[in-house]
């Protein structure tokens, strides 16, 4: 669920949501409803250039609240770390993508930070061993886990992401600062990356109803942000830097991007007296059916239930996570 809220009636403009998970093989959306309160005029879906759904609401109506509530029901199936087959020339690094994928990867290689010290590059190189034999999920791995051991994790509500340098010079970040430092890092060492904004629940700890404190992940109660690495055999990996993920274990996508400005979970408007807004708040509540057994290491995961709720703003920036 999430609210805004307004000390008088303003108007609305277009709000635009990313809401709706993306169906793959892994993940199955069962169920899924859209409540926006005021009622919009007209609500309209589109497909964007990655192919992320996109709600489209119109308003024609003041008022001194708004609030949407994506009420989600999935089946989630993440696969195991284990499974990922990665093709023999790119199992270890450095390779090259072949002729066939590079002109797609292309763009999701592409460096999108000032860096004139190379000090991602530096920081990068860490994980590559010298002798020339690196392990291509393994680097990437301990990379993962070097950011959820070496970083403070700070919620951050305000607008704004840090930049992958200031992420470095700092050690501490929300989910989306730890996302972009992790895309630029291994884009240095060419690898294709992209952004991914959704959600993270524990598949145990939600099992009795909503999660509790202490059982959720780190990111857990709003949206989440983490990355995606393309890896020849396997396709599209995750990697969770704030929780030390690999796999899609207890993550569930949304919205992919080359930049996490293109995967703003809502952006929109609102005209109205200067200072009118008083704030928003949001909420994510994840249950996993009680019904269903959690599966063994080599089966699947059990479907999970959602009620999500999407934190954006109106000057179209990230969510806090």
């Known amino acids: 669920m999430t609210t805004y809220t307004y000390r ?16 793959a093989y892994d993940q ?30 119109r308003f024609d109506r003041r008022a001194t609240r708004l609030s949407i509530d994506s009420r989600l029901r999935l089946d989630h199936r993440p696969g195991e770390v284990q499974h990922v087959d990665i093709e023999d020339y ?34 990068a190189r860490r994980f590559v061993d010298p002798s020339g034999r690196t392990d291509t999920l393994a680097m990437l791995a301990d990379m993962t886990a070097a950011i959820r051991r070496e970083f403070t994790y700070v ?5 704004g992401t840090q930049t992958p340098i200031e992420t470095l010079e700092r050690r501490k970040g929300t989910c989306r600062d730890y996302a972009m430092l992790m895309i630029e890092a291994v884009r240095a060492l060419g690898f294709a990356a992209r ?34 690495v393309y890896l020849p055999g396997s396709g599209w ?10 796999g899609s274990d207890g993550l569930i996508r949304v919205a992919i991007a080359r930049d996490l400005y293109q995967a703003v979970p809502i952006s929109g408007t609102w005209a109205g007296f200067p200072g009118s807004f008083i704030g928003m708040d949001v909420t994510v509540d994840i249950t996993v059916d009680a ?10 995961l059990p479907p999970a239930s959602a009620t999500a709720a999407h934190h954006g703003t109106d000057r179209k920036e990230p969510a806090p996570c």
């Not at 009622?39 to 309209?44: F, L, Y």
């Not at 959720?216 to 709003?222: P, W």
């Not at 019904?291 to 699947?300: D, I, N, Y």
């Open 8 to 23: 008088q009636a303003v108007s609305f403009g277009e709000h635009r949501m990313m809401l709706r998970p993306r169906e």
């Open 28 to 57: 199955h959306l069962l169920d899924a409803a859209l409540v926006i309160d005021p009622v919009p005029v007209d609500v309209r879906w589109l497909q964007d250039v990655l192919g992320n759904s996109v709600a489209v609401a």
């Open 90 to 123: 790119a199992r270890v690094y450095p390779f090259t993508y072949s002729s066939e994928d590079m002109p797609d990867l292309l763009r999701s290689i592409e460096r999108r930070h000032h860096d004139p010290q190379r000090r991602i590059d530096g920081w």
């Open 155 to 159: 919620a951050r509500a305000e607008k």
């Open 195 to 228: 952004f991914v904004s959704g959600y993270v629940y524990n598949p145990r700890g939600a099992r009795a109803g909503a999660e509790r404190p202490g059982s959720e992940r780190v990111g857990g109660g709003n949206t989440h942000a983490w990355v995606r």
């Open 237 to 246: 990996v995750e990697f969770d830097p704030t929780n030390g993920i690999v």
């Open 291 to 300: 019904a269903t057994p959690v599966a063994s290491q080599r089966g699947p």
